[in-house]
């Protein structure tokens, strides 16, 4: 029999879960907050706490935060109703800490509790920290990215994340929101995978009849996302004449569904992501500048996993913790394993990273306790990177040094006192190239 501790505001919800508890043999006590929670696990043991994600007063997270500190160690299975923020969860899958997402069945509380009748793993103590429940990194480039979360956090400012692909955009406004403590939750939508004629539905909402296919109505993310966090995922895909209608809600805070006449007041952050760079923002006709200044009140440019190499053994232990909390194995790196991953370049990131190791974790032999790394890591998109960066016989010099511009402006995000400085020529003898290659000028 265990001691279950159920926290959640939910009324319907946790009467159904008490009986189900109930019925499989276990002790439940109910809280319906942070603080009634909190008083609960003062003065009583338990062996399981089933946490809803978003409480009246505060973030499940914030409860976690509370048994660390008091060392207490109950299992916890956080539970939500929204699945866009299962990847940030997922990040928090410790030895003691899982997940589930709403509806739930009585076979998903049942497998939830049986939890306890394994054998528990040794907690690694050298297991990095997670900032923000989801992040992995002490360099200095993440020390100064969480200092910007916690700071922005504290306003209701929109926020524009820049990074190159992989670096993990979505991990970082999942923080963003969790930092908030907003009970509402966060909504996410990928803008480059909405075809021209959705976009206005899918962040708007529309009416019964207001085209084909509409047989119901449906709110749009910027309703459903409440007083919460709204992600926009590759803003910057989204077509320059479908941007005004998204300027007018960001700035009157107020939104028409398709097919609709009453105006409906909206109240959330909006965070937004792009890869392309400042220079390709500014050059590119990607995106409005009066939408640009609207979206991109705190932009935020996360690093790239060759800015912070130092955390490249961090985030495989993290990773490889995860694979085996969730496959029941014990496999542990060496010294020389996590210099090799160190050391290997990483063109995709955060992402790439957590493929290669998923992918050893699974060709590694069961019987043993050490991951077998592949002799090497390069990906087709990396060789097709590199293949067409290099030099060909027959290229020219103005051609060759014209790319190398590019590719400077580019790291620098088009600062061009910096690319200079990178290049060892003058600003003004850039300038002069600029001009000279047309393609560049201002």
């Known amino acids: ?56 007063d505060g973030s499940g997270l914030h409860l976690i935060d509370f048994l660390k500190k008091n ?27 899982n997940y589930i997402v709403k509806p739930l069945q009585r076979e998903d509380i049942e497998a939830t509790l049986n939890r306890n009748t394994k054998k528990p793993k040794k907690i690694n103590s050298k297991m990095p920290t997670l900032h923000f429940g989801c992040l992995v990194g002490e360099s200095k480039p993440m020390q100064e990215l969480y200092t910007m979360i916690e700071r922005v956090a504290k306003t209701s400012a929109n926020v524009m994340l820049m990074g190159e692909s992989g670096v993990g955009k979505e991990v970082v406004a999942n923080a963003i929101h969790a930092s908030t403590g907003a009970t509402d939750p966060i909504i996410a939508t990928n803008c480059g995978a909405l075809s021209k004629e959705l976009i206005s539905s899918e962040l708007f909402g529309h009416e019964k009849g ?16 409440g007083n919460g966090t709204l992600f926009l995922d590759e803003i910057t895909e989204m077509p320059l004449d479908m941007q005004p209608n998204l300027l007018r809600a960001l700035e009157n805070k107020r939104v028409i569904p398709v097919g609709g006449t009453q105006e409906i007041e909206v109240n959330c952050r909006v965070v937004s992501a792009t890869n392309r ?105 990396a060789a097709a990177t590199n293949q067409s960066s290099a030099v060909s016989a027959g290229q020219t010099i103005e051609g060759l040094e014209k790319e190398l511009i590019r590719v400077t402006l580019d790291k620098v995000d088009g600062n061009k006192t910096q690319a200079a400085e990178m290049l060892g020529i003058s600003t003004k003898t850039l300038y002069n190239r600029l001009h000279a290659y047309g393609d560049f000028t201002d």
């Open 210 to 225: 207001a085209f084909t296919g509409a047989v119901a109505r449906k709110e749009g993310v910027f309703v459903r996302a």
């Open 277 to 381: 760079t400042m220079a390709e923002l500014a050059e590119g006709k990607v995106i409005r500048e009066d939408v640009y200044y609207r979206l991109a009140v705190f932009p935020i440019s996360i690093p790239s996993l060759s800015e912070r190499k130092e955390d490249i053994p961090l985030l495989a232990e993290v990773f490889l913790q995860q694979l085996n909390n969730e496959n029941d194995a014990e496999f542990v790196w060496t010294t020389a394993q996590l210099e090799t991953l160190k050391n290997t370049p990483w063109p995709g990131n955060v992402r790439e990273l957590r493929h290669a190791i998923h992918r050893a974790f699974i060709m590694s032999e069961p019987a043993t306790k050490t991951i077998q790394l592949p002799s090497s890591f390069i990906s087709p998109f």
């Open 1 to 56: 029999m265990l001691q279950v501790l159920l926290v959640d505001d939910d009324a319907e919800f946790t009467e159904v879960a008490c009986q189900i508890i109930e019925f499989l043999g276990h002790d439940v006590y109910v809280a319906s907050t942070l603080k009634e929670a909190e008083e609960w696990l003062t003065n009583q043991q338990f062996d399981h706490v089933l946490l809803d994600f978003m409480l009246p």
């Open 71 to 97: 060392q207490l160690s109950p299992y916890v299975t956080l539970i939500t109703g929204h699945p866009s923020v299962k990847g940030m969860l997922a990040g928090l899958c410790g030895p003691k800490v």
